[in-house]
């Protein structure tokens, strides 16, 4: 039988734990599940747990904790800032940051952000989707849809000792270098990496950027890259050289 996977959003002990209607419609009416068969459940707090599932009706079921199978893995400390694109790819992006590993999601509105109806539920669903479906149990926090200068002006006092890696597609660089670089100075390991909108960040936002205090500004090549195929790739650049891939 497949490994089937439950994120609960509640915290996780010995007894018995009750799932909501929608986890129950998800083991019963999708999995099948029968009365007695075993599952896991987890969430970033307590790791992965396996259960039996005890009994159930049309809305609710229960289920009883039988032992611990995992711990909590947890990415290092970056966070994605991203301009949201096009509905299907913001559900990519939310699947493989999540897959990847960062703590914090966080959609920005720049001036040239054409898909600005984002749902801060959908991008947490899909995280929840791909974690259930690859073995973590890490869920990243997804932040409210916030406007870029609002984030830049409040910056240098509530983020100080948070590294802010723009990605600049007027740089060119060599990434994987300044990124090693990055790795010998940042003393925090607080990271931030940020994404602009396909038609690239305004003048004005440029400047504001650059008032960062703790600000490096990298390439990603000398390809012109989508949004979403930017984010995928910073990321997996940063645990390559500075994460927790190395």
């Not at 209607?21 to 009365?35: D, F």
């Not at 299907?88 to 959609?107: H, N, S």
Request: net charge neutral; with cysteine; hydrophobic share 35%.
């Amino acid at each position: 039988m497949k490994n089937i996977r439950v994120y609960i959003n509640k915290k996780i002990k010995n007894g018995f734990l009750e799932l909501d209607e929608s986890q129950t419609h998800y083991i019963k009416n999708v999995m099948r599940l029968k009365i007695g068969e075993n599952f896991n459940i987890f969430n970033e707090h307590d790791g992965e747990w396996s259960v039996e599932l005890s009994e159930f009706n049309k809305k609710i079921s229960k289920v009883k904790i039988l032992e611990e199978i995992g711990i909590k893995d947890e990415p290092s400390d970056v966070w994605i800032l991203f301009a949201p694109v096009k509905k299907l790819r913001v559900d990519f992006i939310a699947q493989k940051v999540t897959e990847l590993g960062a703590k914090l999601i966080w959609p920005v509105i720049t001036e040239r952000t054409q898909y600005k109806n984002i749902k801060q539920s959908k991008i947490l669903s899909n995280t929840i989707e791909a974690a259930e479906q690859c073995g973590l149990t890490f869920i990243p926090k997804v932040n409210e849809v916030e406007n870029l200068r609002d984030i830049i002006d409040n910056w240098n006092k509530v983020n100080s000792d948070r590294t802010l890696i723009f990605c600049d597609e007027e740089s060119c660089n060599n990434p994987k270098k300044q990124f090693e670089a990055l790795k010998k100075t940042n003393k925090s390991n607080k990271w931030a990496i940020l994404v602009g909108p396909e038609g690239g960040f305004s003048d004005e936002e440029r400047k504001k950027i650059n008032e960062v205090n703790n600000l490096s500004v990298i390439s990603l090549g000398p390809r012109i890259l989508r949004s979403d195929t930017a984010i995928v790739s910073s990321l997996s650049l940063f645990h390559s050289t500075i994460g927790d891939w190395v």
